[in-house]
């Protein structure tokens, strides 16, 4: 009986991306919400959390509507490269995306927010340039923040079932993730393949936690 | 108005206040903003800074800083702007030598006053802990690192927000002699904001006094502290303040004396070589006036002087505002009783001799 390891790679694949992805577009992000926001702060930080809150399939519904060939996303996605948007790789990575977004931006919000500006103003002070600043100060400064966020993001990927199950529909190879892997398995009474998978994922999920934990447990001179 | 000078127009809506800062003060020169807190101080500080961004301009020698209406704004890392605030001022990651060398490495080179990280290591004594980071040090060495690394940028001007408001009693009196040997390293323009008379009397060249978001006064420190129009001279410990410059030792009375641009001053013998630089306070108490040069005194300092304007302070003394004979442009003041006054009839143009019984050094 062998041992597909495809939905596993492929959920590893989605998990890296998602989260490349989150931390190039979540941390500007954070940072806007942080000091830039005014008005709009309760409104767009109440859109980043509602996927803590809604059910998976809710959010899954909806993307699915946006994103299918009738849909605006759907369409734009058709006009700007000729294929469907829904049940693909791309439709995954943005339905992780929107999910896993409030475990990036809000605690990068909050730590941006205690770290507060005048470190950044110093750097300014001392003639470092907006890039500068960021890579020499701002980056070093949130540095355990951002290893934290990342981590808890990639293992929620890892584990995520409803969204992937709605958007992604279920094509081996393409979209099967693990969990979805795993349903399939168990409604097919095939346990051992069940089990291998789950097991792995499992361990995999303990150590990301463990590690994120390990770093928490150093002494806290700076956020 | 001369090329050298710091020149501002600037309005900033704060809320509760509007900031509204209009001055014109000589650039290579300390200027102490002082004032009550929430006077607009730490604002225009900021302002200067590029921090926060104000209505109107801003001129620094002959840069244009920023105008509003001429839509131009010189972002803070082009403007080259030293910066020791009351604290969260060192990188918390990097350890002495690295904040040194963070300011260092993005320092200009080509321009006059290349200040290298090792004299300022000497000059804020930092070289006993020189690896340990900002968590690891006290408060005063904490401020010392500051100055040190604002020093080694290469600053156009310098922004010193209260950096010693945050110190205990004793590392306040250590600091404040960096704070002058600073000073003295010259030619940096400094912006200095304090609550603190003492402060104000050692090292401002210029005084602007803030109140309600505006600025009230402005002048030379050497004048303000002798200016009856001045909020400060109305204080109970007024007092004027002079640069000096030691003169020579008489060693055989155990007394130095001390060079004035308008006369001189017997103290007790000091320590500084002949030619050192430092400032004198006279307080308004420790002057008294006579009618005649008394032969017949202890008092060591006994000048002419010409009374300018009397003031009274409350129902029993008056402020008397005292002309040198030497320098027409410098005063200073003497607290003395109605009493007095009346009955040795002191009159404005009056010529009489002030008895100074104590000089205090600020150094």
Known sequence: MPIDPEPFLLTLRLAVVTTLLLILLGLPLAWWLAFRAGPLKPFIKSLVALPLVLPPTVLGFYLLLVMGASGPLGQLWIRLTGGTLAFTFEALVIGSFIFSLPFVVLPMQSAFE???????????????????RWLSIGLPLIRRSLMTSATLAFAHTLGEFGIVLMIGGNIPGETEVASIAIYNHVEAIEYTQAHILAGFMAIASFLLLLAVNSLDRRPITII | ???????????????????????SVPRPQVTCLYGPSGSGKTTLLRCLAGFARAEGWLKVGDQLWQDHQHKCFIPTYRRGVGCVFQQDTLFPHLNVRQNLDYAWKRAPRSAEHVIRPDETIDLMGLSSFLTRRAHELSGGQRQRVALARALVSNPSLLLLDEPLSALDEFSKRELLPYLEAMQRLGSIPAFYVTHSLDELMRLADHVLIFDQGSIAYSAPAEQAFSDLSCPLTMQTDTASVFKARVGSHKDQWGLTWLELDWGGLRVPRIRLPTGSQLRVRIRAR??????????????????????????????????VRLQTTACPERHFLARTSRRSIQQL????????????KGVALLH
Not at chain 1, 114 to 132: C, F, I, N, Q, T
Not at chain 2, 298 to 313: D, F, G, M, S
Not at chain 2, 345 to 355: E, G, R, S, V
């Open chain 1, 114 to 132: 205690s770290l507060g500006k005048s470190y950044m103003e110093m750097a300014a002070s001392l003639r470092a340039g907006p890039l500068d």
């Open chain 2, 345 to 356: 009839n002191i009159q404005p143009k009056q010529l009489l001799f002030a008895q100074i």
């Open chain 2, 286 to 319: 420790d002057v008294s006036l006579a009618l005649q040069r008394h032969q017949d005194t202890t008092i060591l300092n006994i000048l002419p002087v010409i009374v300018a304007e009397l003031k009274p302070i409350d129902g029993s003394e008056y402020l």
């Open chain 2, 1 to 23: 108005m001369t090329e050298d000078t710091i020149s501002a127009n600037l309005r900033l809506d704060l809320g509760s206040i509007e900031m509204r800062a209009s001055f």
